[in-house]
């Protein structure tokens, strides 16, 4: 037996997890105060991220204007979406193919999407079809 164990899906999501709530609150000032990461398929990573619009973005939901939630946290995704891309490449050794953010004002849930190019589970340097 090596000295060294890979860690337990469960412990690689916990710390996407916790990177995403890291993120947050380096970029934004804030982090949620609860955060879930899941696959969805086999190269798709889905964290959800609740309780975290910051209190002016909450007051612009109680004026009805969640359109500028919308619109101000997609410029701030594209400005830091590297930061996102890397730690997810890293805790998970894998390449990140395409990156999405996407938030519901009312709801104050962030959902960060990460699609992975595909593993080559044939060992032979194809990717699955």
């Known amino acids: 037996m090596s000295g060294t164990q890979e860690p337990s899906s469960g ?25 879930r990461t899941y696959f ?13 619009l910051l209190p002016a973005e909450r007051m612009m939901v109680e004026m009805g204007e969640e359109h500028r ?14 930061q996102f891309i890397e730690t997810v490449e890293k805790l998970l050794s894998r390449k990140v193919r395409a990156f999405s953010s996407a938030v519901d ?18 060992g032979d340097g194809a990717t699955p079809t």
């Open 105 to 122: 004002p009312p709801a104050g849930v962030v959902f960060e999407v990460f699609s992975f190019e595909p593993e080559d589970t044939h």
């Open 69 to 82: 939630v919308r619109e101000s946290r997609l410029f701030l995704q594209v400005a830091s979406q590297d």
């Open 40 to 52: 969805a398929g086999p190269d798709t990573l889905v964290c959800t991220l609740e309780d975290s």
């Open 11 to 35: 412990n690689v999501l916990q710390a996407v997890s916790n990177a995403m709530v890291r993120l947050h609150k380096e970029q934004l000032g804030r982090g949620p105060t609860n955060a």
